[in-house]
């Protein structure tokens, strides 16, 4: 059973650039979790998803961040004219259910460098 | 609102000695409480997690945590430290119908030879 899986691992863009993260869920796993982490910090919810559906985007920057997780394929995060300060990690993470005691299951992360 | 304090961004331990890592979380509800290992460049593991069935818990690699409700605690331990243990390590909390997880800062072990 493949585990969550996303890609690019690694990501450079110039600033004004857009930035597509792509993450796919483990199998069996309709809820999808993007986090970001900055240096030297723990890592801080963006937005949950089910399919078809933003659940949760409490977490997300109000300007040129969103996420989807369409019927098919996999979860997008974009992030639209990037500026530096959007250099971090993105992980991805995935969960069978809806119960709050679910484990997620995190993938290997997008590092993202913006120039 | 949640929140999750990790004591010591780095802990430094001989190799066979004991390992603790410390994390007091903070929870208007009874809480669920994860800790993750990260190794450079990779993604989170998830280590153990407490959901009330137990207040030991145990984990992969020789690892265990309590939770102690009085101490609004759940620190990490390890009866011998190897040298693959080196890694990040995050304490995560859940709860009170937030869908994500608050993570700690985490906290870098390191192993001493």
């Known amino acids: 059973n493949a585990g969550v899986m996303q890609n690019p691992r690694h990501l450079v863009r110039r600033r004004g650039q857009e930035a597509r993260l792509r993450c796919s869920p483990m199998k069996g796993h309709s809820h999808v979790y993007w986090y970001r982490q900055l240096p030297e910090e723990g890592l801080k919810f963006m937005v949950y998803?089910?399919?078809?559906?933003?659940?949760?985007e409490s977490g997300m920057p109000k300007e040129r961040f969103s996420a989807e997780f369409p019927k098919e394929g996999p979860s997008i995060l974009r992030i639209q004219q990037v500026v530096r300060g959007d250099s971090a990690a993105y992980f991805c993470?995935?969960?069978?259910?809806?119960?709050?005691?679910?484990?997620?299951?995190f993938g290997p992360g997008t590092r993202l460098l913006v120039l | 609102a949640q929140s999750v304090t990790q004591l010591g961004s780095h802990v430094s331990v001989s190799e066979g000695a004991l390992v603790l890592l410390r994390c007091n979380y903070s929870s208007s509800v009874p809480p669920y409480l994860f800790w993750y290992v990260q190794y450079p460049n990779q993604g989170l593991q998830l280590l153990l997690k407490y959901t009330s069935a137990a207040t030991l818990v145990k984990g992969i690699n020789g690892f265990e945590a309590e939770f102690k409700k009085s101490e609004t605690s759940f620190h990490l331990t390890k009866p011998s430290a190897h040298m693959s243990d080196a890694a990040e390590y995050f304490c995560?909390?859940?709860?009170?119908?937030?869908?994500?997880?608050?993570f700690g800062k985490g906290t870098h072990l390191i192993i001493q030879p």
């Open positions: 995560a909390v859940k709860g009170g119908g937030a869908d994500g997880l608050t």
């Open positions: 993470a995935s969960s069978p259910g809806l119960a709050e005691q679910e484990t997620q299951y």
């Open positions: 998803l089910q399919k078809e559906n933003i659940i949760d």
